[in-house]
């Protein structure tokens, strides 16, 4: 079975640090652009960052630019979030995606495969 398994998420406090991982189960990711988006209560689902198969190309929300930093290591077949100087307004679920197309992704947010999404929650 082809799965996405988001980790990492939890309570920070507002200027602290989380990674998240987003790990691949049934498939391997090396061909495969991977997006983080996130949900916030009340609100759509937003981009947050994108990396290319190659990590060649990445983009971010400008609400999260200088903050937060995609990677990936395809031998471990997993990409990463870290997340620093997080807000209170990064509070939400965030999800992971893959797709085998970068834009299809990335600028459509239209992934092939979705993860069930890990809390983040930053609060004093």
């Known amino acids: 079975q082809l799965q996405l398994a988001e980790s990492g998420g939890g309570l920070v406090q507002p200027g602290g640090s989380l990674r998240l991982s987003c790990a691949a189960s049934?498939?391997?990711?090396?061909?495969?652009?991977i997006g983080w988006f996130r949900q916030a209560p009340g609100k759509e689902r937003e981009g947050v960052s994108c990396?290319?198969?190659?990590?060649?190309?990445?983009n971010y929300a400008d609400s999260v630019k200088g903050r937060f930093t995609i990677s990936r290591d395809n031998a471990k077949n997993t990409v990463y979030l870290q997340m620093n100087s997080l807000k209170p307004e990064d509070t939400a679920i965030y999800y992971c995606?893959?797709?085998?197309?970068?834009?299809?992704?990335?600028?459509?947010?239209?992934?092939?495969?979705w993860g069930q999404g890990t809390q983040v929650t930053v609060s004093s």
């Open positions: 049934g498939f391997t990711l090396d061909n495969y652009a």
């Open positions: 995606a893959a797709a085998r197309v970068f834009t299809r992704l990335c600028v459509l947010s239209k992934g092939d495969y």
């Open positions: 990396i290319s198969s190659s990590g060649s190309s990445t």
